[in-house]
């Protein structure tokens, strides 16, 4: 399915806002004028999660009760989805309130790059592992039961631990139950890192203009390799893979600081451009790539090879959504100026 229009109520600075969403668009105006908070709407809608680091209530303009999302679909399956918000969030599918929101969300994948989000390049590993499940998610929906099944079986490990005398015995019964759930998912983002790199290694010397010796690596904690004592002594979970750890790497060593922004944004797209083309692969379906803010801090080459790949005309399944300052680059591609 493909997102043909966006219709927002009380949304941050966008008060009554609608716009009709064609396959390729620019969303161009100044600083302040509500681009990032359109990009932002549109993830929402289509994952039923914010890319800032903030709680769902702040999205609500000032002194309103509420918050609308609608959008409407060019699909056979979903006519519209509308994302409600009053103290607990409600989605609606074509006039019914869904429960099963896994299913919703996994009808249009959405690779998304916004100067606060970070995804990989986060500095809390808790949200590069959630970028990458949610990534594996998009081509294996098994992945996200294995999470809660994960999750729900490290809460009980948690409180045990917590606990002035740990049951050793049931702290035994919940890693085994927890192993099998733990490997899978852990062996998932290796194979998606492992997708990535191959993928950047096929043209070394286009991932060489972004990032010399790009490379991503993922450590993987086990919980076969668990030290009982020294997890019992910490009292928290300390193995298992709600500890794996995903670095970018330049010629073997982790990099973590960069020469300058533009080559810390040009890796990033680059890598997201890749995981792009891994779910066209898989899903064949349609796929919205938000590029908020894209042209910011990328010199012309960088900015002319990005282009070269994200506005690839022959991918009929990708729909578009960039926004800058002034559309100067693309011509013929639709304008929708934002004004203060």
Not at 123 to 140: G, K, S, T
Not at 231 to 250: A, M, N, V
Request: charged share 25%.
């Amino acid at each position: 399915m493909a997102l043909s229009r966006i219709e927002l109520q009380n949304f941050r600075n966008h008060k009554s806002f609608a716009a009709d969403i064609p396959r390729m668009i620019y969303i161009c105006g100044d600083n302040g004028a509500g681009k990032t908070s359109l990009a932002e709407s549109l993830f929402l809608l289509l994952t039923l999660k914010t890319f800032r680091r903030e709680d769902i209530a702040n999205v609500k303009s000032f002194h309103e009760q509420y918050m609308c999302i609608k959008g409407v679909f060019t699909s056979e399956n979903i006519e519209n989805a509308v994302y409600f918000y009053q103290n607990k969030r409600i989605l609606q599918i074509d006039g019914s309130e869904r429960q099963n929101l896994s299913e919703y969300i996994f009808m249009m994948p959405v690779i998304c790059y916004s100067p606060g989000f970070e995804s990989f390049f986060s500095p809390h590993q808790i949200e590069r592992r959630n970028f990458l499940d949610r990534m594996i998610f998009y081509a294996e929906p098994l992945h996200l039961n294995d999470l809660k099944q994960y999750n729900a079986l490290l809460a009980r490990k948690r409180a045990e631990l917590n606990r002035n005398v740990p049951d050793e015995d049931l702290i035994t019964i919940i890693n085994e139950q927890a192993l099998p759930f733990s490997e899978t998912i852990s062996a998932r983002r290796k194979a998606l890192v492992e997708m990535v790199n191959s993928k950047i290694a096929v043209n070394p010397e286009l991932s060489d203009k972004f990032l010399p010796g790009m490379k991503l690596a993922l450590n993987i904690s086990s919980l076969m390799d668990r030290d009982e004592k020294k997890e019992t002594d910490s009292g928290r979970p300390i193995y298992g893979s709600h500890k794996d750890l995903l670095y970018l790497k330049q010629n073997g060593k982790i990099i973590e600081k960069f020469q300058s922004f533009g080559q810390k944004k040009s890796a990033l797209l680059y890598i997201l451009y890749h995981l792009a083309i891994h779910i066209e692969e898989c899903r064949k379906c349609d796929i919205m790539i938000i590029l908020d803010d894209f042209e910011a801090g990328l010199d012309v080459r960088r900015c002319d090879l990005l282009n070269g790949l994200f506005l690839d005309e022959a991918s009929e399944k990708r729909q578009l959504f960039l926004t800058g300052l002034d559309n100067r680059r693309y011509i013929g591609m639709e304008t929708l100026p934002l004004t203060v």
